[in-house]
């Protein structure tokens, strides 16, 4: 009976929705162009580019939700 317990204690997957990712992607991407452009055109002592990559790290990691959330089957 236990074996039964736990089977049922998975979490539902749910629908991924596109539009959240989509949006979560552009701003991303967004993000990306904004630090090459500052790195390419920017003055040295004006960008720190570590706060800028973990910001980016950040809008990634929440795609990367987005991407690993299982699906509802119907």
């Given at each position: 009976?236990?074996?039964r317990g736990k089977a049922q204690a998975r979490p539902?997957?749910?629908?991924?929705d596109p539009q959240a990712l989509l949006r979560e992607l552009r701003k991303a991407l967004d993000v990306a162009r904004c630090i090459r452009l500052a790195a390419e055109y920017g003055e040295d002592d004006a960008l720190d580019i570590a706060d800028a990559?973990?910001?980016?790290l950040t809008l990634l990691e929440k795609v990367a939700v987005l991407l690993d959330q299982?699906?509802?089957s119907s």
């Open positions: 009976m236990k074996g539902q997957r749910t629908q991924l990559l973990a910001g980016l299982p699906e509802v």
